[in-house]
């Protein structure tokens, strides 16, 4: 019962990311409103994909995607709304596909811990207003951008329905330095239940496109099942 008391008094959007925050907690996932990872004794691992506004006349690395369709893997997007005013047509198309989820990355990518309330709820609300306008979609989750965030942070996310993914496996996709062979071993070995990834599909992956068949396979070698940042925080 009081549980049902403390819903009824969210409204709108805010309501989403309570009910998903209250369920985490119960299982011990979340002390904070930033979201590393899903229950470890979870067969499950969400990999996600940051795109963030680049000065690249091509922003969208269509063999990342080619990837994901022809591996039949689900995926979280994380947008932002600069790339997606550029890339309208791929943000579309990325949209259609049911196994892609679409989230919300800021509209400039900017250091938000330098901003002030009111500039980083602006680049939210901007964003999820670009991203539902151009793909129908609107966003639950907020990953911030350059991985930095804190309480601060993430509670005006939340107050604008979005729920914080952070992630407990960086894929170091855009260091030029990491060869292929040591993100693929880097992300198995360190891929736990409940694990959530990041990679970019901006075209600032260097070797995204070619390390993603070997990690989603030996991924699933290991019994582990891809899913969304939803269905893995939700069932």
Not at 62 to 74: A, C, N
Request: with cysteine.
């Amino acid at each position: 019962m009081m549980r049902f008391r403390l819903q009824t008094k969210i409204v709108g959007s805010i309501l989403g990311s309570f009910i998903v925050l209250l369920s985490l907690c119960s299982y011990g996932i979340a002390d904070s409103l930033i979201i590393e990872h899903g229950r470890r004794n979870s067969h499950k691992i969400a990999i996600t994909f940051d795109a963030c506004p680049t000065t690249l006349p091509d922003e969208y690395d269509d063999k990342v995607i080619d990837v994901l369709l022809r591996e039949k893997t689900p995926a979280t997007l994380f947008l932002s709304g600069r790339w997606v005013e550029k890339n309208q047509e791929q943000s579309k198309f990325l949209a259609a596909q049911p196994q892609f989820e679409i989230g919300n990355h800021a509209y400039w990518h900017p250091h938000l811990l330098e901003k002030d309330d009111e500039r980083i709820l602006r680049e939210l609300k901007r964003t999820q207003t670009i991203i539902k306008k151009t793909t129908g979609k609107t966003p639950r989750y907020f990953r911030p951008p350059f991985g930095e965030v804190d309480e601060r942070v993430a509670a005006i996310a939340q107050g604008a329905g979005l729920s914080t993914i952070q992630y407990d496996i960086a894929s170091g996709d855009p260091d030029a330095g990491l060869s292929p062979q040591k993100i693929i071993r880097g992300v198995l070995s360190d891929a736990k239940g409940g694990s959530i990834i990041v990679f970019h599909m901006n075209r600032k992956g260097v070797h995204t496109a070619e390390v993603l068949p070997d990690i989603i396979d030996g991924l699933r070698k290991k019994g582990f099942t891809l899913v969304t940042v939803e269905d893995l925080l939700n069932k």
